[in-house]
């Protein structure tokens, strides 16, 4: 028996010491994922700015958002600029602000012969909005141009937002102001424009100089249809009112009008990814 068990015993002397565990390393926090929104709209409205009730032109834009899962949709206003919220302060929203002007073309209408074309324009700058309440929301545009007009303009837009199932419906009044370098491209009527709007058999516009200011005052509502989280249609209405400079301009009195409606139908598709920065 003492044979035996001496082996054994020389076995398990033999054996290495087992290594001290290591701690487990502290658990990093996961980053969120994005959920990343993206979609377009048709939009017809006023065929160039203080056109005539019955003169409409087609046009379209995009929509896009990134926001963290789990964080509510966003919401996009009618008149929202292109952009996404860079700085996220809760209730508070900051970030780029992006806007196409549509050129205006002599050619596409009768009333701006002589007139001369207005390339497009670029706005470029920024927005923030505030919540004050879950159905309220507030936001603010400065954007300057690039291009076809070269000034400066001001958005300011109310909306109460409310949900209704898979509906959500919103509506409020908006306000926008010009620098003169926004606004008298389209307006000014320049002496050689004065001379040569005649061309169409009309009556002569009036030199007129535009200048800055309030430009327009309206309101707007839009609803939205929920067919899932990944898939959302829209459609709304907007009314804007010419005021100052502008509604007194000649082509507006003589060849337009004061009142500009918009309608619009679009959708939205949301995925996640994870982010890439």
């Known amino acids: 028996m003492g044979v ?6 020389g076995f398990a002397a033999d054996l290495p010491t087992p290594a001290p565990t290591a701690a487990p390393a502290a658990p990093v926090p996961p980053v969120p994922d994005w959920i990343v929104t993206i979609g377009g709209e048709l939009r017809i409205g006023p065929k160039w700015a203080g056109a005539p009730t019955d003169k409409f032109r087609l046009t379209g834009g995009p929509v896009f958002s990134i926001r ?30 992006v806007q196409i002007v549509w050129e205006r073309k002599a050619s596409s209408d ?40 070269k000034g400066v303009t001001g958005d300011l837009f109310m909306d109460a937002v409310v949900p209704a199932g898979q509906f959500r419906f919103s509506g409020g ?25 005649t061309l ?21 509502g839009q609803g939205e ?24 301009s000649p082509l507006v009195i003589q060849r337009g009008s004061p009142n500009q409606f918009t309608f619009a139908l679009g959708a939205r598709y949301s995925f996640t990814m994870h982010p890439v920065w």
Do not use: C, M
């Not at 035996?4 to 015993?9: K, N, R, Y």
């Not at 789990?70 to 508070?92: A, C, K, M």
């Not at 309440?133 to 690039?146: D, S, T, V, Y």
């Not at 370098?181 to 004065?194: L, R």
């Open 68 to 97: 963290n899962v789990g964080t509510p949709p966003e919401y996009f206003g009618p008149r929202d600029s292109f952009g996404f919220s860079v700085f996220n302060l809760g209730p508070v929203k900051i970030g780029p602000a």
């Open 4 to 9: 035996a068990v001496a082996p054994a015993i």
């Open 225 to 248: 249809y929920f067919f899932s989280p990944q898939w959302t249609t829209y459609s709304y209405v907007e009314y804007e009112r010419l005021t100052g400079s502008a509604a007194d």
């Open 200 to 220: 169409a058999g009309l009556a002569a516009l009036p030199v007129y100089h535009a200048s800055g200011g309030l430009y327009s005052y309206g309101a707007g």
């Open 110 to 149: 009768p009333a701006l012969n002589g007139l001369g074309d207005i390339d497009f324009a670029l706005q470029a700058g920024a927005f923030a909005e505030y919540w004050p309440a879950q159905w309220l929301r507030l936001r603010g545009e400065l954007r300057q141009g690039f291009g076809g007009e």
């Open 173 to 197: 009044p908006r306000v926008t102001l010009q620098s003169t370098a926004a606004v008298s491209p389209y307006f000014s009527i320049t002496p050689v424009q004065s001379a040569n709007s």
